[in-house]
């Protein structure tokens, strides 16, 4: 079996990147573990309305609604707000994941890439120390795959990375441990998304209630894992749910768990070798949104394979295209926010309530943690010390 | 006495491989949807227990 290109996950970075690779006349293999692409979700279920214009996904069937906007409930619970109404309606969408990553591949597959299930990879094929594919294990088989390029499309805890000699392994402080209830039975009837903030709450990360459709929401925490113990993300979330009169009540359809690196982007191409997504780190570090990133890094990463494999060269000259186009889409920003969000750990809940007191009227013109941090600056032009750096590359 | 290992429940795990993440010494797999800890590589650093956002993982042997 030899393939021009061999991506191991069928989440939104491995479908995009087989997709567009395709698309560009590769011969593409997508390794799933599971048994079902987007199965179990592992995640919050929020995405920007930008995905619309990647036109990767037909019909309506994977949203699940359309955001009003968002409102940021500081400790003390004052509530900063991001109307649709003032940012051109242009918010995001509540989607079904499982849904989403099945259009998503199925696009990959209608281009025609190929996918196998109940694949799981266990290492990197190599010769002479060069990578030249992987071997996984199929069912009961063991296959070697060739492949000029081995994506790793593997998620947080990407093994990929690693087998290529690029550290991966996460700080505790670097990642978000998540856990998540779809849940019913309630009286929210917040046409917002709605983000909790504060030490009590959920320490170094958010509890967030995002409205799914009549009676059903996602109802969900992030911990910074170096300020966790065992089980603790849960405990903080129960405590939250039964504090709440409108949430109290409900009855859960789902829980799930999840993972989310809040880290500084990582190198994310090697000889024979790219990483996209979650597996490099493509996560915006104060929301821990991720999709849209994947998206568009799928996209460069499967553009450039179909350049590499035209030229037939696959060496990190080659494959840096990839690198070089997502770290000037949106490399920048990940680092300006990943500096945020340690200014912000070093916040007090009291500061987060008198950040939050100055914002409460503040008509925001853009969906976005850079128009919350621009307001910051205009009206506490002391934090002008700690963010005008950050203003500069937010502008480069 | 032997150091105690991490364990994960395998009837708690729910999959999300933050666990795997985290792992200093890249000792914990994925398979058939459950976290798996490799003794031989546990070094007993309980990143991964407190990690867990559900308390899945323990101690081996308390």
Redesign the interface.
Request: aromatic content about 0%.
């Given at each position: 079996m030899h393939y021009d290109a061999v991506i191991v996950g069928s989440g939104p970075a491995g479908s995009m990147t087989a997709r567009f690779a395709a698309e560009a006349g590769a011969k593409v293999l997508i390794l799933e573990r599971r048994a079902e692409v987007g199965v179990p979700v592992l995640c919050g279920e929020g995405v920007s309305q930008k995905v619309d214009s990647f036109k990767v996904l037909e019909g309506k069937r994977w949203i699940a609604t359309k955001m009003k906007g968002a409102r940021i409930f500081s400790p003390n619970g004052t509530t900063v707000t991001l109307a649709a109404e003032y940012a051109g309606d242009e918010t995001g969408y509540v989607v079904y994941r499982d849904i989403f990553d099945q259009e998503l591949a199925r696009g990959a597959l209608k281009k025609g890439a190929e996918i196998m299930l109940n694949t799981r990879a266990v290492d990197l094929l190599k010769k002479n120390g060069k990578i030249k594919g992987v071997t996984a294990q199929h069912f009961d088989e063991t296959l070697e795959i060739e492949a000029d390029v081995v994506v790793g499309a593997d998620g947080v805890e990407s093994r990929v990375g690693r087998w290529a000699g690029i550290k991966t392994t996460l700080k505790p402080y670097d990642l978000e441990t998540c856990v998540q209830y779809t849940m019913t039975n309630i009286d929210w009837d917040s046409p917002y998304c709605d983000f909790f903030l504060g030490k009590h709450v959920a320490p170094g990360g958010y509890i967030w209630v995002f409205p799914k459709g009549r009676d059903v929401a996602n109802v969900g925490i992030g911990v910074l894992a170096s300020l966790s113990e065992a089980g603790k993300a849960k405990q903080y979330l129960d405590k939250f749910i039964a504090a709440q009169p409108a949430l109290k009540k409900g009855e859960s359809l789902r829980i799930i768990t999840g993972a989310d690196p809040v880290a500084e982007p990582i190198q994310s191409v090697t000889d024979n070798l790219i990483l996209v997504g979650d597996a490099a780190r493509q996560v915006d570090p104060i929301t821990g949104g991720g999709l849209m990133h994947s998206i568009e890094a799928g996209r460069y990463a499967g553009e450039t394979i179909g350049n590499a494999v035209e030229k037939q060269r696959f060496d990190t000259q080659t494959l840096s295209e990839y690198e070089t186009r997502w770290k000037n889409a949106f490399g920048k920003k990940l680092h300006r926010n990943y500096v945020v969000k340690e200014i912000m750990l070093d916040m007090e809940d009291k500061t987060l309530d008198m950040l939050a007191d100055s914002l409460k009227d503040y008509k925001f013109e853009e969906f976005s943690t850079l128009s919350i941090i621009k307001a910051l600056v205009t009206k506490h032009p002391s934090l002008l010390v700690k963010l005008t750096p950050l203003m500069k590359l937010a502008r480069a | 006495m032997a150091k105690h290992k991490a364990f994960v429940k395998k009837e708690k795990c729910?999959?999300?491989?933050?666990?795997?993440?985290?792992?200093?010494q890249?000792a914990i797999l994925?398979?058939s949807?459950k976290a798996i800890v490799d003794n031989e590589l546990c070094n007993s650093c309980s990143?991964c227990?407190?990690?867990?956002?559900?308390?899945a993982?323990?101690w081996e042997g308390t």
């Open positions: - | 729910l999959a999300c491989g933050g666990c795997i993440s985290v792992c200093p890249d994925m398979i949807s990143i227990v407190k990690t867990c956002p559900i308390g993982i323990i």
